[in-house]
């Protein structure tokens, strides 16, 4: 009899712990289902809306052409800095080069029919030196502003040394050269040196000055009769 008891509450105690195991499974598999639960809600909470995501990909768009924009400014900046580069980097050594051809061409200028003729290859060689020089300052882009006797000034290109009256001539027009200019590119790497006409209407008054020095004799003679 004893040893059925002994059985019996050995049986008792196995079922008391499986259902004791059995209760804690069912409530961690509870405690796992309402966590699980919680972060679904949670999840559900943060979960942008649609106009939130128009929203976010019309700012991601803008920040993405805005970014395009920049770098085709960049691209095209670049690439007129090397153009300018290209054009404009030997302005310093093409000014300095100036001086070397206005004292060829002076030199030139001064060669009389004696000299030529006497020194003909001399001279044929400075006239090459100075077709040189041009040939080359046009390979550079540098050219030559030659202006002309009546032609109009202007400030842009050229540099007025002296103003004189001029007889026949109006105002503002070249009366003589003295310098050629140049230009490199489209700057202007010196201007010509000219001289300019400073009265247009000089030959009207000095006639008006005779018609009224000569009409006043008479009338000095007709006062004299009349005495």
């Given at each position: 009899?004893?040893?059925?008891?002994?059985?019996?509450?050995?049986?008792?105690?196995?079922?008391?712990?499986?259902?004791?195991?059995?209760?804690?499974?069912?409530?961690?598999?509870?405690?796992?289902?309402?966590?699980?639960?919680?972060?679904?809600?949670?999840?559900?909470?943060?979960?942008?809306?649609?106009?939130?995501?128009?929203?976010?990909?019309?700012?991601?768009?803008?920040?993405?052409?805005?970014?395009?924009?920049?770098l085709?400014?960049?691209?095209?900046?670049?690439?007129?800095?090397?153009?300018?580069?290209?054009?404009?980097?030997?302005?310093?050594?093409?000014?300095?080069?100036?001086?070397?051809?206005?004292?060829?061409?002076?030199?030139?200028?001064?060669?009389?029919?004696?000299?030529?003729?006497?020194?003909?290859?001399?001279?044929?060689?400075?006239?090459?030196?100075?077709?040189e020089?041009?040939?080359?300052?046009?390979?550079h882009?540098?050219?030559?502003?030659?202006?002309?006797?009546?032609?109009?000034?202007?400030?842009?290109?050229?540099?007025?040394?002296?103003?004189?009256?001029?007889?026949?001539?109006?105002?503002?027009?070249?009366?003589q050269?003295?310098?050629?200019?140049?230009?490199?590119?489209?700057?202007?790497?010196?201007?010509?040196?000219?001289?300019?006409?400073?009265?247009?209407?000089?030959?009207?008054?000095?006639?008006?000055?005779?018609?009224?020095?000569?009409?006043?004799?008479?009338?000095?003679?007709?006062?004299?009769?009349?005495?």
């Open positions: 009899m004893q040893e059925q008891k002994i059985d019996n509450s050995e049986k008792e105690n196995k079922e008391e712990q499986f259902l004791n195991s059995k209760e804690v499974g069912e409530i961690e598999e509870a405690s796992e289902t309402l966590e699980v639960s919680e972060s679904e809600g949670t999840a559900s909470l943060n979960e942008p809306t649609y106009d939130e995501i128009l929203e976010e990909r019309d700012n991601l768009k803008d920040r993405l052409m805005r970014s395009l924009a920049d085709e400014n960049l691209r095209k900046r670049a690439d007129r800095d090397r153009r300018d580069a290209e054009v404009y980097g030997g302005t310093k050594l093409a000014r300095d080069l100036l001086s070397v051809f206005d004292n060829l061409s002076r030199a030139l200028d001064n060669i009389d029919d004696e000299l030529r003729s006497k020194s003909s290859a001399l001279v044929e060689g400075l006239e090459l030196t100075q077709r020089i041009l040939s080359v300052f046009s390979n882009k540098i050219d030559q502003i030659k202006p002309s006797e009546g032609e109009r000034f202007d400030p842009k290109f050229h540099q007025a040394m002296f103003e004189a009256p001029m007889p026949g001539m109006e105002k503002g027009t070249i009366i050269v003295m310098t050629n200019g140049f230009k490199i590119g489209d700057r202007l790497l010196r201007a010509s040196q000219v001289g300019v006409s400073s009265s247009s209407n000089l030959s009207e008054n000095i006639s008006n000055n005779d018609t009224n020095s000569s009409g006043s004799k008479p009338a000095d003679s007709q006062g004299e009769d009349k005495s």
